[in-house]
């Protein structure tokens, strides 16, 4: 097995940084906390912002985490690659796949966002990493969306080989029902960035998804 599957095998939390929710100043204090190696794996969402900012701020964080953490960048692929991110995550109106493969190299982390089992099964066959699969339940993210059916999240996690990440909407209330599902790797913001104790959050969510075992 490559060094980059193992470690994708082992990420279980997903913390999403979103410049709608914090504004760069917050986000850097939690990515010293998240540094802490109290979360997996870390992404930079800034859907409105611009480039300039979005790519200051990678490199920032990217210099503080020095490597301990994976870092992702939502969209914009060419500001993985100017900031020597991780890797870039994408969604189904992003640059596709294969062309972000083709500019990041096989090294690179690349994820995708999938709502059905056919966007699964076609991220997965253009060699994409991960999948982010949701929203699962209502989220202030992305408004317009219902909550997903959970069997079809069930589905998706008992069929597709790479790791799949459920997202949206998802806090320490109802995680256990994703995991009562088979899920094992979630994605969160809200309910870390917005907690009252940042750090407490992700050490909760840590021994929630350490309590379903090896994946």
């Given at each position: 097995?490559?060094?980059?599957?193992?470690l994708?095998?082992?990420l279980?939390?997903?913390?999403?940084?979103?410049a709608?929710?914090n504004?760069?100043?917050?986000?850097?204090?939690?990515v010293?906390?998240?540094?802490?190696t109290?979360?997996?794996i870390?992404?930079?969402?800034?859907?409105?912002g611009n480039?300039?900012?979005?790519?200051?701020?990678?490199?920032?964080?990217?210099q503080?985490?020095k490597?301990?953490?994976?870092f992702?960048?939502?969209?914009?692929?060419?500001?993985?690659?100017?900031?020597?991110?991780?890797?870039?995550?994408?969604?189904?109106d992003d640059?596709p796949?294969?062309?972000?493969?083709?500019?990041?190299?096989?090294?690179a982390?690349?994820g995708?966002?999938?709502?059905s089992?056919?966007?699964?099964?076609?991220?997965?066959a253009e060699k994409?990493d991960?999948?982010?699969?949701?929203?699962v339940?209502?989220?202030?993210t992305k408004p317009?969306?219902?909550?997903?059916?959970l069997?079809?999240?069930?589905?998706v996690?008992?069929?597709?080989k790479i790791?799949?990440?459920?997202?949206?909407?998802?806090?320490?209330?109802?995680?256990s029902?994703?995991?009562?599902?088979g899920v094992?790797?979630?994605?969160?913001?809200?309910?870390?960035c917005?907690a009252?104790?940042?750090?407490?959050a992700?050490e909760?969510?840590?021994k929630i998804?350490?309590s379903?075992?090896?994946?």
């Amino acid at each position: 097995m490559h060094s980059k599957e193992k470690l994708l095998k082992r990420l279980k939390f997903y913390l999403i940084l979103d410049a709608q929710v914090n504004d760069y100043s917050e986000l850097f204090e939690i990515v010293k906390i998240a540094a802490k190696t109290k979360v997996d794996i870390l992404q930079i969402r800034d859907k409105h912002g611009n480039a300039k900012d979005i790519l200051d701020f990678s490199l920032k964080a990217m210099q503080h985490l020095k490597g301990r953490v994976p870092f992702i960048v939502n969209d914009r692929v060419d500001i993985a690659l100017a900031s020597g991110a991780s890797g870039v995550h994408v969604g189904t109106d992003d640059l596709p796949i294969k062309a972000a493969r083709k500019m990041l190299g096989s090294k690179a982390i690349i994820g995708a966002s999938c709502q059905s089992l056919e966007h699964a099964w076609k991220a997965q066959a253009e060699k994409a990493d991960y999948i982010g699969f949701g929203s699962v339940f209502r989220t202030l993210t992305k408004p317009d969306r219902d909550e997903m059916d959970l069997g079809l999240l069930e589905q998706v996690v008992k069929t597709i080989k790479i790791p799949v990440f459920a997202i949206g909407g998802i806090s320490q209330d109802n995680v256990s029902t994703l995991l009562a599902l088979g899920v094992k790797r979630i994605a969160v913001c809200r309910a870390v960035c917005e907690a009252e104790d940042v750090g407490q959050a992700m050490e909760d969510f840590q021994k929630i998804l350490r309590s379903t075992g090896k994946s």
